[in-house]
């Protein structure tokens, strides 16, 4: 079903890849057209295919990293509630001296 709304299945995708991983770039982009599909999608089948199939371990995180990981988490939490708090203090201020400001220019008109 070469339609542009084609649903590709994974077998299907990884079927794409590899019967197209022989063809000379022309020759791909032919069958692209037929099939109905645009080259870059092909590649990102073919990435996708490559990760997936790639070994385990080269993809899981070591718990020495994931440790790493957690701590440097915990320590932009924090900075970042540290500087959340200095801009509500540092608007409350503004809001204060605005009022003072406003009081003070009300009185001295008076």
Known sequence: ??????AWTAAARLQAVITTAS???????AWCREQGIFP???D????????????????????????H???RIKELERELLR??????????????SK???AIFSKSEDA
């Open 23 to 29: 063809l000379s770039e022309l020759d791909r982009n």
């Open 40 to 42: 870059n999608e092909l």
């Open 69 to 71: 990981d957690r701590k």
């Open 99 to 101: 009022k003072v400001t």
């Open 44 to 67: 990102k089948w073919c990435a996708s295919a490559t990760t997936a199939l790639s070994d385990p371990q080269d993809a899981r995180a070591s718990p020495q990293a994931t440790r």
């Open 83 to 96: 500087k959340d708090r200095a801009l509500a203090e540092t608007a409350a201020l503004l809001v204060l």
């Open 1 to 6: 079903m070469p339609a542009r709304g084609r």
